[in-house]
């Protein structure tokens, strides 16, 4: 390698340039001879570099990997304007004296400032401005006569440098502005391909170069000849409209270029530009090798910070490993089992290691070799869950060779990844340098990333079936003998010394797994879903014994788990993983040992509770009815800044969302205590509206936060008469899942359905544009030593990071919590 | 790194503490020392990246907002955009917030509710078409009569003589008797029935733009009036309310009326109430950040095309996000040098984005073995260069003999692909022969054959 760039230029080319960096003058329109080579002189000339692989360029010798192509120029017979330039061209006629040539201000001013009010009389000579208009996309006149290429640039030409960079026009001169001369791109930048048929098909910007050859070349005969005015000013225009769309084919006010099959050409704006454009698909982001693809699948058995690598992928991903004395033997013994797939000599060749040469490659493997090894146990890689939304997105694992087809994976990291197991499918990375795999695993390791910096709790906690596990076996009244406890923890595979007595309850179970120094107090979620249940309800742990209170979702919980953040404050990252870990194996271990299930007869509830509920329910439609009936009346209490309507409407929801609200009462003091509710109260899933809707009401189905207003004309459904206003017409479910929903009710369930569908796909495309704005305008910020907040160039946003240089990740909460140190 | 020392707030709370336990001056040092060594753990990184982690804390939750635009604020009743739309709203700077709204706050000498409506009255913006009872068109004589209701203009306290002063129309003539306004339109091919409304929509009393007022008392119990409209520099004017409380949600007009710190303060406010009314948690310090880099030139600037992102020094930075054909011609016109600063334009030039672990370079010496190790290690390496030089001498002998035999394959393989080459060259020369024959036959190309494909072959051999 040799030098860095560090800096990059823009500006104008000269004439001069273009023919300087050319390496051929074009000449012909034809591409190939008859025996299918590339012409000389023509837009494929072999001199500007190769395409085929086995060709060697004519100009620098290179092959297709290292000829960088070269440049060729064509001359145009009349020169045309740079299209992407035609509106400083007529800025610059706007401010240009149309006698002596200079710009018509004596003062410093932006090009386009002052063309927006153009002096009317030069400053220097007082002729008065003629008129100048452009006529999009490339033609001027002035006082209503055409001012053409030729003309401009005569003008141009006479404009002094000193008038040029006062108002910054400083890339070049303005007559380059015209074009005379054409530079004409490498072909290994519009590479032709070969169908199977035998047939060439050349790339979008060589049809659009041998058109502008051909008629340039005829304009240039019809000029030479002496041919009428009218067919060279035909000519002349059609050559500015071949140039202007080779640069540009989405000019506005003329017909895009096509190909053959309609399809509009690629110009080299439209290379660029976009989100495949040369800039943000080519340059920002990249394909790379090394990295696999398939489904993922749970495993708690592995550590959050380790990933299940298929056998197959291991065997084809591979990590690069230099042959050092200290290694040698070891790479010897890799050559031997078949755990590498090939060598590299220090000559740079790489051999595939097969059956046949294994045995002759061991006694030729010498320090300075690279031996490709498959991927191995403990080897450090990237996993990552599309859309990558956060950092957390993509995490560095340690890779355990395992059979079967799928990634496996810890459940407790499905939070920051987003992902569940209904099909997802994420993408690994082996990493190929030292320096890659040591900043892998000091700082994207998933143990270090637990405490998510978007809001200081941890993104890394149990989840679903580990909660409720943890949960149960927490509860008062849980009880086991030595034996059950330590064949739980075999189960689990937790090794851990178990203190010499009878009976263990389950709190002391799960104390085992927490650090000494661990003091906290808190509300657990079962607290505050079901009741107040001192014993179960407070989580008191003292010196990492748990005196009282569950463990679910409040304690250990991804996003919410106090006992994680307390953990972590601790200090010890690795401590931490190993809880995690721990925690959810035991979990899904006791549930596995004691089982749980559900049944349709779980939400059954005493007819009398039932009657009470049909009560509750009648009576909030009795007091909507009552209020449709004061609306007829006119008689309805009107709500400030509301139509009668619209206070009707929004007193029905809210009356109704009241009646919901009663019946939920109901049903949560009397549902019988089951696993559907073990679930609930531990906060593992679902909640009481859940509940609710299941065993009593769904209650009312909304569209746009309003009561279902649309369908036929005036009704919702032909089930209703024309102008019913009440709750069933609109909305509102009055059943429960369990006892079965009328046909109509289905219809308002499914209307409600597809609106959070509509809703999620055109909030995902808004909020994905905002992230790349945000991401655009805040990415150049960085801490410095310091501890100010700077952008790209030094400049300072905050002097003091945050106002107290806290970093919300090493924070609980967003809290440094001082008082835990007094 | 730099001299740490505790952020005011923290030295307070610590200072406080140590007073309420009257600790003496060895005790208090001590844990001052104890807590500024914890505190010095939880800094920032030098070089951490804040930006990007900025950009994605605050867009995370954007995803989970909901697009439904229209929520009632608390218990006032009126009706404010929330969620992701108001979130954009705020990010772009957009001039004016799509439902404006004030909270105005009340001195405590007009702490009743008659004042207060009388206050209220006085914010609400009353069109004529609020006073006016019925109108009557005379069309022939181009002739308007509006009754007007005398309590509703008493109760607001504007006088009916004042009426045909605030009503600014050009080309009519006004008077009033008794009770009816009387307009005269004075051209003769005047529409009459836009007249009506452009009169009816007209401004009488009250603040512009104020269209709602709802009186209420907050959760202090104290009057509170909330507004849908918004005017602060006019509200701020009226006798009895308190400048110094009351808002809006009008970030430009903050900004006009309490300047750009003001400004700062309303979008961290303003985006943070958005982010927790939907039950989403992002820390502060971001949205502090945001709200530094939208206001740290001394104006507000958007987040978007516009604003930061389509304003950065770098060319190559602003061309990679949008409008890639009109900054790469700006460029070229005005001579740009793009010093390759920031992170996208050291992406481009596949070179490492200065943040991070990017902005150091490693240098470094290996530290010095310790002596106890050091003695076992020699032993290791004595032994591993015997087992080597063993090891070396087979592998010797075994390599020749394996160079020998790759060497006699490698011939044979070349005597393979030549022989492969010249029948594959052999197959070519018949496919082209057909070939040209095929083409002559349909072009009309009548090149010198002969010239080319010597020139070809040369090439060739090249
Ligand atoms: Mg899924
Ligand atoms: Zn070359
Ligand atoms: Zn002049």
């Not at chain 1, 003629?130 to 401009?152: G, H, L, M, R, T």
């Not at chain 1, 394909?287 to 398939?294: C, E, G, H, I």
């Not at chain 1, 505050?528 to 407070?538: I, P």
């Not at chain 1, 009328?742 to 959070?756: D, I, K, S, V």
Request: charged residues 30%; contains cysteine.
């Amino acid at each position: 390698m040799t030098g860095e760039i560090k800096a990059l230029g823009f500006g104008i080319l000269s004439p001069e340039e273009i023919r300087q960096m050319a390496t051929i003058r074009i000449v012909t329109s034809d591409l190939y001879d008859a025996d299918g080579y590339p012409v000389d002189g023509g837009v494929m000339d072999s001199r500007m570099g190769v395409i085929d692989p086995g060709m060697r360029c004519r100009t620098c010798g290179g092959n297709i990997d290292t000829c960088k192509g070269h440049f060729g120029y064509l001359e145009l017979a009349k020169p045309v304007v740079h299209v992407l330039f035609a509106k400083t061209v007529y800025n610059l006629l706007k401010v240009t004296c149309q006698k002596c040539g200079r710009i018509m201000t004596k003062e410093r001013a932006s090009l386009e400032e002052l063309a927006k009010s153009p002096p009317s009389k030069c400053p220097f000579c007082s002729t008065v401005h003629k008129k100048v208009s452009f006529v999009k996309p490339y033609s001027y006149n002035i006082d209503k006569k055409d001012f053409d290429a030729e003309k401009i640039r005569e003008l141009f030409e006479k404009i002094p440098d000193r008038d040029l960079k006062r108002i910054e026009f400083v890339g070049g001169r303005p007559e380059w502005l015209i074009l005379t001369l054409l530079p004409v791109s490498p072909v290994n930048s519009r590479p032709s391909i070969t169908l199977e048929t035998g047939e060439r098909s050349e790339d979008d910007l060589t049809h659009k170069l041998v058109d502008i050859v051909r008629i340039n070349q005829s304009l240039k005969e019809n000029i030479d000849i002496g041919a009428p005015e009218f067919i060279i000013s035909d000519l002349w225009e059609l050559v500015q409209y071949h140039v202007s769309t080779l640069f540009d084919n989405e000019l506005s006010g003329i017909p895009q270029a096509r190909h053959r099959s309609g399809r509009p050409l690629r110009g080299m704006v439209q290379r660029l530009k976009g989100k495949e454009g040369r800039i943000r698909g080519n340059l920002l982001g990249k394909r790379v090798n090394f990295s696999a693809r398939t489904v993922i699948s749970p495993d708690p058995m592995l550590s959050v910070n380790e990933v299940g690598v298929p056998e197959d992928v291991a065997s084809e991903l591979t990590i690069p490993e230099h042959v050092t004395p200290l290694n040698i033997e070891k790479m010897k013994k890799l050559i031997v089992e078949g755990k590498a797939s090939y060598l590299i000599r220090p000559d740079g060749r790489r051999i595939r290691v097969t059956d046949d040469n294994r045995g002759d490659l061991i006694l030729m493997l010498d320090k300075g070799w690279i031996v490709e090894r498959k991927l191995q146990d403990n080897d450090v890689v990237l996993f990552n869950r599309q859309p990558s939304l956060h950092k957390v997105s993509i995490m560095a694992h340690y890779a355990k060779i395992m059979p079967h087809k799928t990634f496996r994976m810890n459940p407790s990291v499905c939070p920051p990844y987003n992902a569940d197991f209904d099909g997802d499918e994420m993408n690994l990375h082996a990493l190929q340098t030292q320096e890659a795999r040591s900043e892998a695993s000091l700082l994207m390791d998933v143990k270090d990333n637990i405490i998510s910096p978007k809001f200081g709790g941890p993104l890394v906690g149990l989840d679903l079936d580990q909660i409720t596990g943890i949960s149960l076996l927490t509860k008062s009244g849980v009880e086991l003998s030595k034996e059950e406890t330590s064949d739980l923890l075999a189960a689990a595979g937790i090794d851990a010394k178990i203190p010499d007595k009878k009976k263990f309850s389950g709190r002391d179970i799960v104390s085992l797994l927490l650090p000494k120094e661990l003091n906290l107090d808190f509300k657990a979620n079962l607290w505050s879903s079901r009741n107040e249940d001192k014993n179960n309800g407070l989580v008191e742990i003292e010196n990492g014994q748990i005196k009282s209170g569950v463990i679910d979702k409040t304690a250990v919980g991804a996003f919410k788990g106090k006992i994680i953040n307390s953990i972590s404050a601790l200090g010890d990252n690795e401590k931490l993983r190993q809880f995690i870990d721990n925690a959810g194996r035991i979990g899904v271990a006791y549930l596995m040992k004691r089982g749980l299930t559900i049944g349709i007869s779980d939400l059954d509830l005493s007819d009398d509770i039932m009657k009470e509920i049909r009560k509750s329910v009648k009576y909030a439609e009795n007091k909507a009815n009552k209020l449709i009936a004061a609306y007829n009346e006119g008689t309805l209490k009107i709500l400030p800044g509301m139509t009668r309507k619209e206070s009707l409407e929004a007193q029905m929801l809210n009356t109704l969302a009241n009646g919901l609200n009663d019946v939920s009462k109901i049903v949560i003091k009397n549902v019988r205590y089951s696993d559907i509710i073990a679930m609930t109260e531990s906060g593992a899933k679902g909640s009481n509206i859940n509940t609710t809707q299941m065993a009593a009401c769904v209650g009312s189905e909304t569209i746009l936060g309003k009561r279902i207003q649309r369908g036929y004309m005036g009704r919702t459904l032909p089930h209703f008469k024309r102008g019913d206003l009440s709750a069933a017409s609109h909305g509102f479910v009055s059943r429960g899942f369990k006892e079965g929903l009328l046909p109509y009710e289905f219809f308002w369930n499914l209307m409600n359905g597809r609106e959070g569908l509509m809703d999620k796909s055109l909030r995902t495309r808004k909020s994905g544009y905002m992230q790349r704005r945000l991401i655009n305008s805040l990415q150049d910020l960085k801490v410095l030593d310091d501890l100010s907040i700077r952008g790209a160039m030094g400049e300072i946003v905050q002097f003091f990071a945050g106002e107290d240089g806290i970093d919300p990740s090493k924070s609980e909460w967003g809290k440094f919590v001082w008082e835990n140190y007094v | 790194m730099h001299d740490i020392k505790f952020p005011k707030k923290l030295d307070e709370e610590i200072g406080e503490y140590i007073k309420k336990n009257k600790l003496s001056g060895q005790k208090a040092k001590k844990l001052k020392e104890r807590i500024l060594e914890e505190y010095k753990k939880r800094l920032y990184y030098p070089e951490e990246p804040v930006g990007i982690i900025t950009a994605q804390s605050l867009s995370e939750p954007a995803t989970q907002m909901t697009m439904r635009t229209y929520h009632f604020a608390g218990t006032a009743g009126i009706q404010v955009t929330l969620g992701l739309p108001r979130l954009l709203e705020i990010f772009d700077a957009k001039k004016e917030p799509e439902t404006p709204t004030m909270t105005i706050y009340i001195d405590k000498k007009y702490q009743n509710e008659a004042k207060i409506t009388k206050i209220a009255g006085m914010i609400k913006e009353v069109k004529l078409k609020d006073v006016v009872t019925t109108s009557v068109m005379d069309i022939l004589n181009l002739v308007i009569k509006f009754k007007l209701n005398k309590e509703k203009l008493s109760d607001l306290g504007i006088e009916m003589k004042k009426i045909p002063s605030k009503v600014k129309l050009k080309n009519i003539d006004m008077s009033i008797e008794r009770d009816t306004l009387i307009v005269t339109a004075k051209k003769e091919n005047t529409n009459i029935h836009k007249l009506r409304y452009k009169i009816l929509e007209s401004h009488v009393s009250g603040i512009k733009n104020i269209s709602q007022v709802i009186v209420t008392k907050n959760e202090n119990a104290e009057w509170v009036i909330s507004t849908l409209g918004s005017n602060l520099k006019k509200v701020c004017e009226i006798e009895g309310v308190d400048p110094t409380r009351t808002t809006t949600n009008n970030i430009f007009e903050i900004y006009n009326v309490f300047g750009v710190e003001a400004a700062r303060n309303a979008i961290i406010k303003e985006a943070m109430h958005t982010i927790e009314e939907q039950g989403l948690g992002v820390d502060i310090r971001y949205v502090m950040l945001l709200a530094d880099l939208m206001t740290y030139k001394g104006t507000i600037m958007g987040i978007g095309r516009y604003g930061i992102a389509g304003n950065k020094p770098s060319v190559l930075a602003r061309a990679s996000f949008e409008e890639t054909k009109k900054h790469l011609v700006e460029a070229a016109i005005k001579g740009i040098k793009d010093t390759l600063e920031g992170s996208v334009e050291n992406i481009i030039m596949n070179k490492v984005a200065p943040m991070g672990t990017g902005s150091f370079t490693l240098v470094g010496k290996l530290p010095k073995m310790p002596e106890s190790l050091k003695k076992e290690y020699e032993k290791k390496a004595k032994k591993l260069a015997e087992d080597r030089e063993k090891a070396e001498i087979e592998r010797k002998r075994r390599i020749e003999d394996a160079l020998k035999a790759e060497q006699e394959e490698q011939q044979d393989i070349n005597d393979e692909e030549v022989r492969e080459e010249k029948e594959k060259d052999k197959a070519d020369n018949e496919i082209k022969s057909k070939e040209t024959k095929a083409k002559n036959k349909t072009t009309k190309a009548k090149t010198a054959k002969g010239e080319k494909k010597e020139t070809v072959q040369k090439n060739k051999k090249k």
